[in-house]
């Protein structure tokens, strides 16, 4: 297979003036890059011909293939057609089918359909026609002197049905994609960027196939492994050993891979364990509990759950004793252990999970904001309290906290269902 | 003043894999549209020396200012410096400054320093340097044969510091820039972008100065209305113009401008009335509630909630008749009814708002998913329950769920205003 040379070109002014990013880019990236298509340039240009004109020539040039986004709609400002056109000289025509679909749509709102709106229609003679199944202008590729040239709608949910219907399969064959290349990303909790990095220093800087890149993102690290064989077998088995081995040293913060989230696996261990899970939420308001009923099936887990604000909610809806409150504060151990009681008490949960604390920007209670008390009861076992203290904006505080509940139950959860195993 | 063509470069194979979107160059972008610099191009290259210069090559024959993001960190991926070399022909020196601060960096975190650190520190002899004072590697600006070229690092917490406190103020003068530019972002609720696009036709398309762009997000509209004047004085008073005419066409619909969110404006107005809020959640699951609490000041307006996701917890927490749920289900009028009615005489709040309904992948008691159900109860005034059908995924459902939500009570507590006020 010979190194295909990509470029993707997105037309469109809005991006120029920063009022969208070009995530058009970023997605077909990454779905070339897993086709190992090598992008070599991403280019944005405005609704202006001349330069539209100066960016497809240089494509022309130096590209095998380029992918461009947008400027297929119906107003003079879209100017991708008339620049391509100044590169292959060809005509454009009508093309029946995706007439008729310009027609019906507005047929089917009931809106009269201004000439222009023809001008979707059209495509170049020799173009191969991509039919747009979600929204009016048809896609085509068309091949120039040796480069495939791909022309897409700006819409995202149209661009990706494209090139997911159409463009990908296409690529396959026109291409002859023989590198099989898998990638799978490992997802860790409870350690931070730069220690995942320091523990794996040598085989990080040592790999090259599979390769190992770290991603962190809030309160978790992300390791892609990227792997190219000959077969998708021979690159899955070096993906696999290159896991075991890095599993053998970071398995205890490891909880899954790829569209996995720390949330997905909370649900899907108490699912396993038949346990449910009821929260008491202060400064996380709802946050919590939302996280899990995001999911689907998440009513045999969750069933009901309060968000207790106020000091004078604490007492009125889970029954923490005024005194207490007096005593200690709502935010500190004592009352993050009385909640996480209680709202596994009210609810007849299995699990008990309380959050109190400082969101900001103010103090509270003579507390900084950012500390924070997470309790857990598990069954009958004891309450466990945790105290953290998190830095940053109130967004910020309250999502660290949310995320840590997840880690202390996932590991609370993973530790359980190991040492039960072990026993048996 | 003439105008400033830009181009904006970014630098990195993590752009072209698609591991992240080109967020620095949105907002380069925007901060640039501001400022009536016009940016021409983006361009994004990966760690390689030729296409970088082929890349730089482009932009000192066709633009008047050249700002790259990236690739100025201490690996040898990291492209940026040798490759703009090449156009310059400057000797790279030893900033002592940036020198110390890597230095300082490692001593601080107890790290060994490996040499190529100082790399980092490396700028053109005659550059004009930027301290980094969020990062280690600096920025500088180059002038180069009348083209001003800006090197930022890529991280964008680092980037956004040195364009905000040195590179944005330095364009003022450098490029004269007299121009106003002065924008507001017009929120709209509770109607369709091309309902609103069509009653604002004519405006839309005659307008010049200032001109109105609409941009549709989830369940909401907006229009940017941007103006060019002499003066910011100027300029101001011509968005001022344009926005009484919008709203008195429109502004019934209108919630607020620029940062403000529709959950920011419900808080507002609930407080200014003096108005508690508690919410009973099904589908939503904790969503609402949050909302609001993710805003400073919350806890004056939501003192409690609950989330009561089995029909069994609509019974225990909220006391919602076993005999009501067997008769009508719980994704019903009359299950919504009485959870508004109940939450509200549960918390003591001035106003009960309750979600129920399908979010789907699943039908659930014969009703399809998407099938909603909101009631609202303010004070001792009847409950109002209304009934949708929303379209999409389990998580657009419960997304518009809440959005309408907010929108239900804005447009209540909105009414009770004007109404009171009138009635003054």
Chains 1, 2 share one sequence.
């Not at 091949?143 to 219907?165: A, C, D, I, Q, R």
Request: aromatic content about 8%.
């Amino acid at each position: 297979m010979k190194t295909v040379k990509a470029e993707i070109i997105g037309i469109g002014t809005e991006l120029l003036l920063g009022q969208i990013a070009n995530t058009n880019a970023q997605w077909i990236s990454s779905q070339l890059a897993a086709q190992g298509i090598h992008v070599y340039f991403h280019g944005v240009v405005g609704d202006n011909f001349s330069r539209c004109v100066e960016t497809f020539e240089a494509a022309q040039r130096r590209s095998d293939l380029v992918i461009v986004t947008g400027g297929l709609g119906p107003t003079e400002d879209d100017m991708t057609r008339d620049a391509a056109q100044k590169i292959f000289s060809q005509k454009l025509i009508e093309d029946p089918e995706s007439a008729r679909r310009v027609e019906h749509f507005y047929l089917k709102n009931n809106r009269p359909m201004s000439p222009n709106n023809r001008k979707q229609a059209l495509v170049f003679e020799n173009a191969k026609v991509l039919q747009n199944e979600e929204g009016m202008a048809p896609g085509m590729m068309v091949e120039h002197e040796n480069v495939l040239w791909v022309f897409l709608p700006g819409v995202p949910s149209e661009m990706k049905y494209l090139m997911k219907e159409h463009v990908l399969p296409y690529f396959q064959d026109y291409f002859q994609l023989q590198t099989e290349i898998v990638s799978e990303m490992l997802r860790f909790i409870g350690i931070g960027e730069s220690q995942l990095e320091h523990e794996l220093q040598d085989l990080i800087s040592s790999q090259t196939n599979p390769t190992i890149a770290p991603l962190a993102s809030e309160g978790e690290v992300g390791l892609r492994l990227t792997s190219k064989g000959d077969t998708e077998e021979e690159a899955r088995s070096m993906i696999r050993s290159l896991k075991n081995v890095i599993l053998s040293k970071m398995g205890d913060y490891y909880y899954g891979s790829d569209d996995i989230t720390i949330q997905q696996e909370v649900l899907t261990l108490s699912k396993e364990k038949q346990l449910t899970i009821a929260a008491a939420e202060s400064l996380t308001g709802g946050r919590f509990i939302d996280g899990l009923i995001t999911l689907p099936g998440a009513s045999s887990v969750c069933e009901g759950s309060v968000v207790t604000y106020t000091p004078d909610m604490k007492e009125k809806m889970l029954g923490i004793p005024g005194a207490l409150i007096k005593e200690y504060g709502t935010v500190s151990e004592a009352c993050a252990k009385a909640m996480a009681m209680n709202i596994k008490q009210l609810v007849k949960s299995d699990i008990g999970i309380s959050f109190t604390g400082v969101a900001g920007p103010d103090s509270s209670e003579g507390k900084e904001p950012g500390t924070v008390y997470i309790g857990i009861q598990i069954k009958n076992e004891p309450v466990e309290v945790y105290h953290f203290h998190f830095n940053g904006t109130r967004e910020t505080v309250r999502n660290r906290s949310v995320k840590k509940g997840y880690e202390l139950l996932f590991h609370r959860l993973k530790k359980d269902l190991s040492s039960k195993k072990s026993g048996q």
